[in-house]
């Protein structure tokens, strides 16, 4: 099973490109199952209302962290381990690189901890490939917000230094594990993006 990760900062496209990657590898006649975090269980849909509310102010950073660690669990065991025994393509909107530009790099939470509790919620699970797309915060957060009517989550809503330092906590992930973690630049328009995407795909996976 070839588990894939999309991941970068608010307004990137990362999502647009994991829909358009699943409807790509469809018509080639893959079983591919799209999902993401938080959010990809009823468990889950029920945590993200809580995490992405931005009228919850008052959340603390190691709540959010935990409940986005209960998401993922839930979500390895009911969602993602099940469809690896299938055999399926799974393409996922986030996983734990989120929790470590987000909430360790970006809320500043201690890196042990997050780790350890981090391991415990994957249940040994880890991406085979992850796709990062890299966009300028400033220009990510004009699009995010533009894309939802100028409304913006808990997440969209945090300062540009928060963000940036999200950016950079990406950055230096993909500078850890080139091997697992491709950059794609988002400043291009978005077929070629795509186009990119399914270049490193192929390349991966043989497609």
């Known amino acids: 099973m070839p588990f894939v990760t999309f991941e970068g900062v608010e307004g990137s496209g990362k ?3 994991l829909r358009l990657t699943a409807e790509r590898l ?7 199952l ?3 975090e938080p959010g990809g269980t009823a468990i889950g849909h029920t945590l993200r209302e809580i995490l992405m509310d931005a009228g919850n102010t008052d959340l603390d950073p190691v709540t959010e962290w935990l409940l986005l660690e209960a998401d993922r669990r839930q979500h390895v065991r009911e969602v993602l381990k099940p ?3 299938r055999g399926a393509f799974v ?8 929790t470590e530009a987000y909430q360790q790099i970006g809320r500043g939470l201690d890196a042990r901890a997050v780790r350890s509790v981090d391991a415990m919620a994957r249940d040994g699970l880890v991406p085979d490939l992850t796709l990062l797309y890299d966009v300028d915060p400033r220009d990510g957060l004009a699009r995010s917000r533009a894309r939802d009517g100028g ?9 540009l230094d928060f963000h940036q330092r999200v950016r950079e906590a990406y950055l230096e992930i993909a500078r850890r594990e080139p ?8 400043d291009a328009p978005r077929d070629e993006v ?10 991966r996976f043989s497609l």
Do not use: K, N, P
């Open 15 to 17: 999502s647009t490109q």
């Open 26 to 32: 469809r018509a080639a006649g893959r079983d591919v």
């Open 34 to 36: 799209e999902t993401r």
């Open 83 to 85: 469809a690896a025994s």
């Open 91 to 98: 393409l996922c909107d986030r996983y734990s690189d989120t």
């Open 151 to 159: 409304r913006s989550d808990r997440f969209a809503a945090a300062g």
């Open 179 to 186: 091997e697992r973690v491709r950059i794609i630049f988002t």
């Open 194 to 203: 795509s186009a990119q995407t399914w270049r490193v795909l192929s390349e």
